[in-house]
């Protein structure tokens, strides 16, 4: 018989939700004079239907997985980092800051590449720790903090892109001066995406699992944002561990931005994070912060958006019901696990 | 137990729900052989039919593709393409910058208009120079066209040496001059202001000739004195408002009004410059406005609008697409004046003026005159000419060459206004 706290009892309401995202979808599209079955055809194409468009999609899962790899740890904390936009632009403007000032120095490009990457997460970690440092010291809640910041990581984005960093006679909303080829991370030939980021991808996320799965810095964690006063009795120093997972989430973002710039757009412009912290939370969110399900999940949220691209090409579509979809799902998710813990709790009652 | 069996029930419900969705997933696992399979061959298939063989181009436009500006000029041109060239079909994507779509590239979605047939790729914004010759360099076959562009152009400062690779621009130096003429027959305080975007050296170029046209029809015209004329240039930073970044074109228009300027005349592709026009008017004073871009610009704001000088793409996109349909396309740069037996012309002319409501019949007629100046020949861009700091631009008979009207480094002497962006 199936007990109700059986992972098949689980794993059927996330059906359920899958089901439920699907049909709400269609209705969607139904309503706006769209075929579905030509949508979801065309988004499959437009994701898997060549070597290009695979390429293409696994340019756009590497920092979006990284942004979920950091989220893990910021919500295993019990934080809501809404301000990891900021930490990916702030991990971007600083990996621009280090090419910019050694592009014309005698160090070697891979060195520069490398430096680059490294102030990428130093970007990140500091913007994070300002979230931080104001949840823990100053009583703001990291939602409103986070929020602020990513309102000033963008400001300062498009100053620098239009004042000291804008292009010679001009400032272009297409960014400042791209960087010299050999300042790009090595792409594959004839595609765009690169087997040096998918690779920080991977570790990224594998180490996030070790942290949460097989240490103890990890377990103290999950304590601390299961039941922080609980753990602050017990003495585990609950402002350091906070701070550590913003630390550490900043660092990811951080990463995840200096990909951005490394591999991807090769210069900095006006919305270098892409959106992809805000699609990292609902990827976060709609695997129960699982760090296991992290890649599979970020992977088809990339490919949602890599393929959408066709909708608006074939049927006028406008691209965003990716977005639609993507959004159903979480929110169906975390209905039907609110529906099935109510029941869950009666039965117990 | 009652419950379980509930669950239980809904849980094949749910399998019943998801075996009727599969019909969709079959179509949807066929697929990935299918565009390999029927989308490529599909155009050799309609080459075989003896009707007119499909020819796909495609557009990546910066903005909307019904902006009632600059992206939307572009869309009908393509438009205009489709109904002349048998078999040309467009396909496009617009709201084509980082901002609308995040995490991609022009590069990257023009190959998705290349995978889906595309045979020329036409980029239509000045923002994707770095994208086009991107994708120019990484597909040297495909036909590749960029406008407001100098890439291609030998005696510019940015040639790069690509293959299939063209320009296209219209001279829209000659629509200012008729819009600054506009505005400088209808102004009564004579003060025009003019409305800019970011500067560059187009947009220099543009506001200038704004302002000779201004100046030459206020003496030539209306019989002033030029040094009475003020023309005033206030840049917002970008093509429309971003708010917090750029200054809000509404402010900078209701600026210019509530301090005597009469006539503000848009350099930036949306329309505040006529809406705030058509406000300050409902409140009883003297306000005219010359929009951009768009050929039914003035719609949006009628009883103050003097016209518009626009873009028309369609003939211009339609001998490319010709020449790439013949086998005949090359690396080319074209900056196209106006047809001037007919500057309205939509089958002839790239750059036209419409004329507006509130023009009055009076300045019509020397408009019209003026008009027919510039198809004789007269040329403004001929010295003496000063620079902005009063450095010689152009001396007394000099004719101002293509580079240095393109590049223009200043504005002209006799405009206020920022020349060259903060350091």
Redesign the interface.
Known sequence: ??NKTSPV?KF?FQ??AI?GA??FTTVVMLLAKAP??EA??LI???S???V??IS?VIV?WIPLLLATSGLLLTFAAGLWNIGIEGQITLGAIFTTLALRLLQDSALSPALIIIIGFLSGILGGMIWASLTGLLKIYGGVNEIFGGLGLNFVAT?LT??LI??PW?RP???????TV?FDNLLWLPQVEGL?MSWWSLGIGLIGIVVVFLILQGTYFGLRLKAVGKNGRAAFIIGIPTGKYMMSAFFICGAFAGLAGATQVLA??H?L????????GFLGLMVAMLINYQALWAAPVALFFAAL?IGS??L???LKLD?TLSGVLQGALVLFVLMMDGVRRR?TAK?VN | MK??WF??S??LV?VM??AA?K??AP???D??A???ATDVPAAPAATDVPAPAEFIFGMLLVGPYNDHGYSQAHYEGGLYVEENLPGAKM????KV???D?????PA??A???V??GAKLIIFNS??????AVEFAQAHPDVATIHASGDTSWKDGMNYVDMPLFGNSFGRMEYGKMIAGCAAALTTKSGQVGYLGP????ETRRLASSAFLGAKYCFENYAGKSAADLKFKVTWI??WFN?P??TSDPTQVADDFLNSGYDVVISGIDTTEGLVQAGKAKAAGKDAWAVPYDYVAACEEGKDVCLGVPYFNWGPVYLKQAQAVKDGAFASYFEWLAPDWTDINNKDTSPVGFQKGAALSAEAATSLDAFIAELAGGLNLWTGPLNLQDGSAYLADGEVGTDVQVWYLPQLLEGMEGQS???Q
């Open positions: 018989m199936l009892y059927g059906i359920l089901v699907l049909i579905p079955l979801y055809r499959v194409i437009g898997v239907g060549s290009g468009k293409d756009a400001a498009i100053w239009f004042g804008k006679g001009v400032g272009s909303m297409s960014g791209p765009r991807v757009y210069r412009i006006p919305s270098i994070s892409s959106g992809y958006n691209i066709q608006p090409i074939v691209s029941l039965k | 419950r379980l669950f239980a809904l849980m749910a729900l998801l969705c019909p969709a179509t949807a696992t697929v990935p299918a565009p390999a396909i496009y994507i617009d910058n980082s901002a779509r995040p995490g991609t590239t990257q979605l190959e998705d208009l995978s889906k000045d923002d994707m120079k770095d994208s970011l500067i560059n050296d930073g970008f971003i917090g970044f060259v962006s903060a």
